[in-house]
């Protein structure tokens, strides 16, 4: 444990009926960072995502948010407390306009003067957005509805973002527009665990890398040498 431990896993089990899809997971994100958690189909990471989050209750470990539990908190107590996700596919309100679902991500917040100020700052962050500001979500490309994802999670004004394979069903152009997004969240101060398949684009914007494999970390550290790593390129580069 580190000073600035902003996230602290421990232990973490986490089971579908009889079926545990994490098995035993320890891993820190201290404050400041950009963690990536890499790791291929079905090795629970989203089930990790989503026990750090409140959405699926775990079975054994604990979970810490700035040195206290948090366990069996749910999503709306944590994001009051910093921590937003960024669901993967996304999770707009399909029959909400873009400003709703915008006006929807600060839900938790009291200074509600400042809430139109932030959407015009997520409409210059996403200009796209500002374009089809009454659009109704649903109807929006996969790379619109992520920009919306991330804006929506953007106005509860997290301390902690939690993104879920943001990159997934992406043209390599509104990958790179993501990406871009997510190093310029991070440059302003908010803390990131970055969950993804791509590997390589992962752990390029990361301070550092975490592989899971069937529901346990396998391998972990400076996600430059990850990346230089025979045994990651292998197995996560395609090489
Ligand atoms: P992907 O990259 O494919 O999303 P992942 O690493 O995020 O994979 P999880 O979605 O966490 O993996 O899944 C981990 C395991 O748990 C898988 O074997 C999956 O089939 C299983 N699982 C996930 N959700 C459920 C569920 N609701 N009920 C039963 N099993 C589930």
Do not use: C
């Not at 665990?193 to 390589?200: C, G, K, P, T």
């Amino acid at each position: 444990t580190n000073a600035n431990t902003l996230l602290k896993v421990s232990g973490l089990k986490v089971a579908y009926g009889g079926i545990q899809a994490v098995k035993g997971v320890d891993f820190e994100v201290h404050e400041g960072e950009l963690v990536s958690l890499i790791g291929s189909n079905g090795a629970g990471k989203t089930t990790t995502m989503k026990a750090i989050t409140g959405s699926l209750s775990i079975a054994d470990g604990d979970i810490e948010y700035m040195g206290r539990s948090i366990k069996g908190q749910g999503p709306w107590d944590l994001v009051k407390q910093g921590l937003a996700m960024v669901p993967e596919g996304r999770g707009v309100f399909a029959r909400m306009s873009i400003t709703e679902n915008l006006q929807m991500g600060a839900y938790v917040r009291n200074d509600k003067a400042d809430i139109a100020a932030d959407i015009d700052k997520m409409f210059t962050i996403f200009p796209r957005l500002k374009e089809r500001k009454d659009q109704l979500a649903g109807t929006m490309s996969g790379g619109e509805q992520q920009m919306l994802a991330m804006g929506r999670a953007l106005m509860s004004r997290p301390k902690v973002l939690l993104m879920d394979e943001p990159s997934m069903g992406l043209s390599p152009i509104m990958v790179d527009k993501i990406f871009e997004v997510i190093r310029d969240v991070y440059a302003q101060g908010v803390t990131v665990l970055l969950v993804e398949q791509n590997a390589s684009r992962a752990l390029s914007i990361a301070n550092r890398g975490y592989v899971m494999e069937s529901g346990i970390i396998t391998m972990s550290g400076d996600a430059k040498q990850m990346l230089s790593d025979p045994k990651v390129r292998a197995a996560y580069l395609g090489e």
